[in-house]
């Protein structure tokens, strides 16, 4: 097959795209949800038809076109207004949303979905994330697969909107795999690459979810292996506790990870040709490779970026201000318009106060 390196003719984004033909073990299993979502749902703020589909061959293109940067630019500006949109709304809601992890990541998803456009046969077609709590990229990249409507996001993490805090297969029109918590892809990851040997099994991770005891193994046994997995991993320098540099001094993914014996390199997460470079070296690099993307959390959020104020989700007056910005008035409105759900339990014994900023 030869692989494609310009944009391909823009589709109706309700259409799933064509699946290559399992050769192997591994076929990621989209199950029906458990609840059937309501047809009729409202209509999201955002145009999401403003995605388009790029195509971007890693090992035959060396540097992006400008038709292509344009392209991927736009991509990550649509979806990060999307991120903004319904996780402010679960915010407001009262039922919480995380908003910078899954806004953060946007560059390296969409450079990804590019790679998966143009050569689909190399890779397994899977968005794994290590981190769980950024469900907000899988739930995005199912509405454009066409697996659910784009309005359902309007309903994130409320009850019995299959769209909980976490990956969940067999929940989620879409989603392809269950995270469970911190540090639990990885090693998942390492199997599927003994299955598809001949393909580069992709991860997404995170500076917290790489302190975790799981990843040590899982990246000990992918050195030792050889395994062809690829980890981009959003270094934000933020958890829910603080700033690790603060807090865990000499903590360094990627030297930590070069101890494990991976191929590790450090890159500017907001500099698109920077990151398609070291994601491009990672890709024709076969064997465990990490790719650490240097970005304050929310970039470009007024009053949010380089604070943990982003890990949870963005706060209304914040995310009203980032519409304003953005020219997004009936984005405002609709946030505006989001009731706050009372709590049906009067207690939680070990958890916080139910609601979010």
């Not at 991509?75 to 915010?91: K, P, Q, Y």
């Not at 865990?248 to 014996?261: D, E, F, M, S």
């Not at 390199?265 to 491009?280: C, I, N, S």
Request: glycine letters at 10%; aromatic letters at 8%.
């Amino acid at each position: 097959m030869v692989c494609a390196t310009a944009l391909i003719p823009e589709v109706p984004r309700a259409s799933k795209r064509k699946e290559v033909e399992a050769s192997t073990a591994f076929t990621p299993e989209v199950r029906a949800p458990k609840r059937k979502i309501a047809e009729e749902v409202e209509a999201f703020p955002i145009d999401l038809s403003k995605y388009e589909r790029v195509a971007v061959d890693p090992w035959r293109t060396e540097s992006l076109s400008a038709e292509q940067r344009a392209a991927l630019r736009s991509n990550i500006e649509v979806c990060r207004d999307a991120i903004v949109m319904f996780t402010s709304v679960g915010g407001a809601s009262g039922y919480g949303g995380h908003t910078g992890g899954a806004f953060d990541m946007m560059v390296e998803v969409c450079l990804l979905e590019a790679f998966f456009e143009a050569c689909p046969e190399k890779f397994v077609r899977t968005l794994f994330d290590e981190a769980g709590h950024r469900v907000a990229t899988q739930y995005l990249f199912s509405v454009l697969e066409g697996h659910m409507p784009a309005g359902q996001l309007l309903k994130y993490r409320q009850g019995h909107s299959n769209l909980p805090g976490h990956p969940e297969l067999g929940r989620t029109p879409g989603v392809q795999f269950s995270s469970g918590r911190l540090g639990h892809v990885w090693p998942m990851a390492n199997g599927i690459c003994l299955a598809e040997p001949s393909k580069a099994v992709c991860v997404f991770s995170s500076d917290g979810s790489q302190m975790e005891g799981n990843t040590a193994e899982a990246a000990r046994f992918a050195a030792a292996k050889g395994l062809n997995v690829k980890l981009f991993i959003d270094d934000n320098d933020v958890t829910i506790a603080g700033h690790p540099s603060e807090y865990l001094k000499g903590y360094n993914v990627a030297q930590t990870l070069r101890g494990h014996g991976i191929q590790a390199v450090d890159v500017d997460g907001e500099d698109l040709d920077a990151v398609f470079a070291a994601m491009r070296q990672s890709i024709l690099a076969y064997g465990p490779f990490a790719v650490v993307l240097k970005r304050p959390m929310c970039p470009g959020i007024a009053g949010v970026e380089g604070t943990p104020h982003g890990h949870d989700a963005l706060a209304k007056s914040k995310a009203l201000d980032y519409f304003k910005v953005r020219g997004l008035e009936t984005a405002a409105e609709r946030l505006n318009a989001q009731k706050k759900f009372a709590d049906p339990y009067p207690e939680y014994l070990g958890a916080g106060a139910f609601g979010a900023p």
